[in-house]
Each structure stands twice: as structure tokens, then as C-alpha cells.
């Protein structure tokens, strides 16, 4: 087996490794408070900050893999930029406007900006990683996760959310990345302006390339359980904070501290194993761990499911991290193997597409099956969904490798 050495990588590959952990750091130091501090700063009602705060992830959901495919016409360095100038500009409009609609207008150039980003920064970590595209994949999951946990804390410190100078923070942050792109990044054009395409095309063409693509994609059983892999995984994880909340408050003392609790020591598990599991990775055959990975997510769901004691429940939450931890991975890896190179930032957003349209679904469908019966209705549903988080990725897996077989 080859043996990786981060010494040798694309240089390339640094640089976005470090941008996915500085934009993931700065997220989370300044979004968490972004609904404390637009209550504090605007008259808005709690409704309408609710808009606000969720019309990005609306957009991600409906403009992800247009904007993604549109953006395949231009070359990486204009791509990056401009998926980072956006957020910046829209950052800024939460900071400075007092309408209402034009708050709403922030909020859409943002996710405009996130639904090109999100599956850019990982079609760009395949494309440079040298042949390295599984530990460089499992190593930016890594990175995310250190961030995610360290960016609110920061956040906490620096503001207690009434101030806007987390949001500066973002912005300059963003535009920082910008500028260090324009100056570091090569211009290479994509395979998609060459030959017909090289001229700007017209939009009847734009619109016929567009469906030729997503057929591809739907054609591919890969991509399909792909999507769905995702699906499941972001299903599970939009529970956390909705109906495993409510569980945690009916059946202990102290609800939020059990939840803070889980979510604790879910973030430690990933950061103490992930480079473990990557190691592991290297002897253990792909299919292999996506089982494992599923019967550890089955497993912790069948002991938060059962249980009535904090303790039990960490474990519980331990579990369901170490699942996540093997699969999240392997889900984004596969993405990027099984779609033409041309197609890889579409392919991340079609796959991307099914996690945003289950934190969509899932606090709805899942509330509705709480509230039926925990155990006898909602629990069995959620093991299913836990058991084909790796089962669909597992199958995805053989379809991959049997068109590659036959091409």
C-alpha cells in the first residue's frame, strides 16, 4: 500500500486545508450569536430573525447544484473568489442595514455564496491532492471539527453576542482569503471552456448543459446512494438539537447540560479518533469499515433510545461519533471518485443537497414520530436511518467500482 507522506502534497492543498479551517473557525465564532445579536440590534420579530437565519440554508437547498454547475464554466481562482466575496458582502449587510429586506437580501447573497463554496472547497481538495484525495478528505473532516468546537468558545469570549465585531471578524476574514487567493492561486481553465465552450455561452446552452449534467448524475446509482448516504447521516445529526433535546429534558434533572454533555464529548471523540480511524483506514477495506461505521450509529441510537441516565447517554453520543466519524468521510471520498473530474463540484453539490434537505425534513418528520411513540415508532425509524447511513454508502461503493470495472 502506498504510503502518504503530508510532506509531499500539492502545495495547493495546504492552502485549502487552510482556508476550510480558517472560514469553518470564524463561522462558528460569529454565527452562533447571529440571532442574539440581530434581536438586540433590529426590531425584527423572533419570526422574521428566524428567516433571516435560515434563508441560506433555503437557498443551498434549491440553488446548490445550479450554481455549482454554473460555476464549473469558470476557472478555480474566479470560482474561489467569488464564493468568498459573497458571504463577505453579505456579512457586512447584517451589520450595517436596518430594512428588513434588505437583511433578507444579505441573508440570500450569502447562501448564494455557500451553496458555490461547500462543494468547490472539496472538489478542489480532490483535484490537488496528489493522489491523496482519502486522508486529505479525512484530515479536512478533522480540521472542521476543531474549528467547529473552538470557534464558539472564541466567540463567547469576544462577545457576548450583542456586538457586531465577530461578524467584522468574518467578513475580513473572508476577504483576507480573497486577496491571499487572487495573489497565490494559479488561473487554470477548467476542462468545460475548452473547445465549443470556450466562448462565453449563450444561456439556452448553460441551461441544456445543466440538465445533461444532473441527468448524469440521477442516471448514476453511485451518486444516488450517495445522496442518500448523505441524506441519512444529516438526518441522525439534525435530531441532536431537536428531538434527542426534548428526550434529554423529559427523562433527566437538567436537559441542556445532558445535551451540552453529549455534544462534548461527540466533538471529543472526533477529534481523540479521528486520526486513529485514519491510520485504521489504511488495513480495513472501505466496505468493511462503512459496516462497522453502521453498527456503531445503530448502537448508540438503541442505548440514547433505552436509557434515562446522563452517563449512559455520553456513551451513547460517544458511539454515534464514532460512526459519524468512519462514514462522513468515506461519503465525501466516494463523491468525489465516482463523478467525472468536470462534474465534481456539481456531483459535492447533488450529494450536498441530500444532507440540507434532510436538516430540512428532520426536525419536522421527526417531531412528528416523537410525539407518536419514542420508542416504539421513533427510535425503530432512526435505527433504520442509522443502518443506512454505511449500507447506502456500501452500495454506492459497488457501483462504483463495477463502472469503473466495466469502462
Known amino acids: 500500500m502506498k504510503k502518504i507522506s503530508l510532506t509531499n502534497l500539492n ?164 476577504f483576507f482569503l480573497a486577496i491571499s487567493t487572487l495573489i497565490l492561486f494559479p488561473y487554470k481553465r477548467k476542462k468545460k471552456l475548452l473547445e465549443e465552450k470556450q466562448d462565453s455561452p449563450q444561456l439556452s446552452a448553460v441551461i441544456e448543459n445543466l440538465k445533461n449534467d444532473i441527468l448524469i448524475l440521477c442516471k448514476s446509482k453511485a451518486s444516488l446512494f450517495l445522496f442518500f448516504s448523505f441524506f441519512s447521516i444529516n438526518f441522525i445529526e439534525a435530531q441532536y438539537n431537536t428531538n434527542f433535546a426534548l428526550h434529554l429534558t423529559e427523562v433527566t434533572k437538567d436537559g441542556p447540560n445532558a445535551l451540552a454533555s453529549m455534544m462534548i464529548a461527540m466533538t471529543a471523540t472526533i477529534l481523540i479518533l479521528q486520526p486513529i480511524s485514519i491510520k485504521i483506514s489504511k488495513f480495513v477495506k472501505l466496505n468493511v469499515q462503512l459496516i462497522i461505521g453502521s453498527i456503531f450509529y445503530t448502537v448508540g441510537i438503541l442505548i440514547f433510545g433505552f436509557s434515562f ?67 416504539s415508532i421513533f427510535i425503530p425509524f432512526i435505527v433504520i436511518i442509522g443502518i443506512s447511513t454505511g449500507i447506502t454508502a456500501m452500495v454506492a461503493n459497488i457501483y462504483y467500482k463495477k463502472h469503473n470495472t466495466s469502462a
Not at 122 to 144: A, F, K, Q, T, V
Not at 330 to 349: H, M, N, R, W
Open 309 to 375: 441516565s446522563v452517563s449512559i447517554f455520553i456513551l451513547s453520543a460517544i458511539l454515534l461519533a464514532i460512526g459519524e466519524l468512519i462514514i462522513a468521510p468515506k461519503i465525501q471520498v466516494l463523491t468525489g471518485k465516482s463523478a467525472p473530474e468536470e462534474l465534481q463540484t456539481t456531483a459535492f453539490a447533488f450529494t450536498t443537497m441530500g444532507g440540507n434537505l434532510a436538516f430540512f425534513l428532520g426536525p419536522t418528520l421527526g417531531g412528528l414520530l416523537y410525539e407518536e411513540s419514542f420508542r
Open 11 to 174: 502545495k495547493y492543498t495546504y492552502f485549502f486545508l487552510s482556508t476550510s479551517f480558517i472560514i469553518t473557525f470564524f463561522r462558528f465564532l460569529s454565527m452562533p450569536f447571529l440571532t442574539i445579536f440581530l434581536s438586540y440590534t433590529t426590531y425584527f420579530s423572533t419570526a422574521q430573525i428566524g428567516l433571516i437565519i435560515g434563508i441560506p440554508g433555503l437557498i443551498q437547498l434549491i440553488l446548490g447544484v445550479i450554481a455549482s454547475n454554473i460555476i464549473d464554466y469558470f476557472s478555480d481562482k474566479f470560482s474561489i473568489i467569488l464564493s468568498i466575496l459573497l458571504p463577505a458582502c453579505g456579512m457586512l449587510g447584517y451589520i450595517f442595514f436596518d430594512s428588513y429586506v434588505l437583511m433578507l437580501f444579505s441573508s440570500v447573497v450569502c447562501g448564494i455564496g455557500w451553496s458555490i463554496y461547500n462543494p468547490l472547497l472539496m472538489s478542489c481538495l480532490m483535484r490537488y491532492s496528489n493522489g491523496n484525495s482519502d486522508i486529505i478528505i479525512e484530515i479536512n473532516y478533522w480540521i472542521i471539527n476543531l474549528s467547529g468546537a473552538i470557534g464558539p468558545l472564541v466567540g463567547a469570549l469576544l462577545s457576548d453576542g450583542k456586538s457586531e465585531f465577530p461578524f467584522f471578524l468574518f467578513s475580513g476574514a473572508l
